[in-house]
Structure formats: structure tokens, C-alpha cells
């Protein structure tokens, strides 16, 4: 099944992102792996589509998105500044990804 929404960070954008993913693991059997989809920086909106749906049930939500910083200005990279001295910063903190323990039931539309 289809399942879309919109992410936000803090109630905004996720400035400076560069990859901005959203994953769907089965809490049932988390050795099926994931779905995942990756979402607009800008507007937080994210698609997963039928072809990568989700099956009804119970998942666990896990959101990452990283931001390239100049190391000199430590301000994000981005196509109108160029390019800098880098490094990798990540935005989300580990209770939406690595410790998430957001859930989600994805229940089909009757």
C-alpha cells in the first residue's frame, strides 16, 4: 500500500540537507528489511509507492537526513555557496533513527 506525509525538523526544513531518507521496518519480523523512500528537504513530503509499499501491520519509523558543512564558515554547503572544506553533519537526533522507537500501522483503505 501507498503511505505518504510530510517530515519536518523542529517544525521547519531540513536546511542544508543533502539526503533526507524515511525507513519502515516490520516490527514483527525485522528480518524482512526495510522499505524506505527519501523525502524533499524543503517541504518534509515523501511518496512510498505502491511498488515499494508497505503490507499491512506494525512498523517501526526511522528518519535520517545529513546536511555537508564548510568546516571555515560551518555553514551548510549548498549549490549557491559552492563547494568548501567539508564535513558530514547528521540532523536527526538518534530517537527518530537509530533508537527510534516511533511506530506506525500501516491498515489498508476500505
Known amino acids: 500500500m501507498d503511505v505518504s506525509g510530510t517530515i519536518t525538523l523542529n517544525g521547519g526544513q531540513f536546511e542544508g540537507a543533502e539526503m533526507c531518507a524515511i525507513a519502515f521496518t516490520p ?5 524482512l528489511g ?9 517541504t518534509g513530503k515523501f511518496l512510498l509507492t505502491l ?8 512498523y ?3 528518519i535520517t537526513a545529513q546536511a555537508v558543512y564548510d ?6 554547503i549548498t549549490a549557491e ?6 564535513y558530514r553533519v547528521t ?6 533513527n537509530k533508537e527510534s522507537q516511533i511506530e506506525f ?6
Not at 511498488?51 to 506494525?58: A, H
Open 27 to 31: 516490527i514483527d519480523d525485522p528480518s
Open 34 to 42: 526495510s522499505s524506505s523512500t527519501t523525502f524533499n528537504a524543503k
Open 51 to 58: 511498488q515499494d509499499g508497505l503490507k499491512p501491520g506494525k
Open 60 to 62: 517501526r519509523v526511522a
Open 71 to 76: 568546516r571555515k564558515t560551518n555553514k551548510p
Open 81 to 86: 555557496t559552492g563547494e568548501g572544506m567539508d
Open 91 to 96: 540532523l536527526v537526533p538518534p530517537e527518530f
Open 105 to 110: 500501522e500501516a491498515v489498508p483503505r476500505r
